[in-house]
């Protein structure tokens, strides 16, 4: 991985990325933190506190959009890019998708074909969390062998489906083309 004298520069583009999606956030009427008044490092899936602390079950799926960003922004632009202008660009991104996600008509889509009628959205807190965990993941898939990280995303996704009966793939299916029998399994059934 080639560093240059503008890595720095990158960086801080990133941080002031994730600076406007918190601002955006909110402006969008999300909390800055649960309405529990409290910050808790963990919030357990299928509550109010999902989504509204530092991490919870989805925060894994989180860690995978990193993975994938890296592997696709590796296949993506030429190797001579090093790893902060890549990281601004997944940063780019993932806020997006965490502004996206927040709107009225994905956190409908969610209370409709999936398990998650109490979702209202992300806290502030939550959602910027998110984006680092994202950070993180694409910071080891830049560091661990392709197979390694294939192994980690897959690792992960299997937790998730274990502990809660949903991660990434499931997600993605339930809100694109939701299934009866997915939801029923998902919700205990």
């Not at 991985?1 to 999606?21: C, P």
């Not at 999300?30 to 530092?54: E, F, M, R, Y």
């Not at 910027?128 to 950070?135: K, R």
């Amino acid at each position: 991985m080639r560093r240059t004298g503008g890595d720095a520069r990158w960086l801080l583009i990133a941080a002031a990325l994730v600076a406007a999606q918190a601002v955006a956030l909110r402006l969008m009427g999300q909390p800055w933190i649960c309405d529990c008044g409290v910050v808790k490092l963990w919030g357990a899936a299928g509550t109010s506190d999902n989504s509204q602390h530092l991490a919870d079950w989805y925060t894994l799926s989180h860690v995978v959009h990193g993975f994938l960003f890296w592997g696709a922004l590796w296949l993506a632009l030429p190797r001579r890019i090093g790893f902060a202008p890549r990281l601004a660009v997944a940063v780019a991104v993932e806020a997006a998708w965490e502004l996206f996600e927040n709107t009225d008509f994905v956190i409908n889509r969610y209370r409709e074909a999936t398990i998650s009628l109490d979702y209202f959205g992300d806290s502030v807190i939550n959602s910027v969390s998110d984006t680092l965990f994202m950070g993180l993941g694409f910071l080891l898939a830049s560091r661990l062998p392709w197979k390694a990280s294939v192994a980690v995303v897959l690792a992960l996704e299997l937790v998730a489906a274990v502990a809660i009966r949903d991660n990434l793939t499931l997600n993605i299916l339930m809100l694109i083309a939701p299934s009866e029998a997915v939801k029923a399994w998902q919700a205990g059934g």
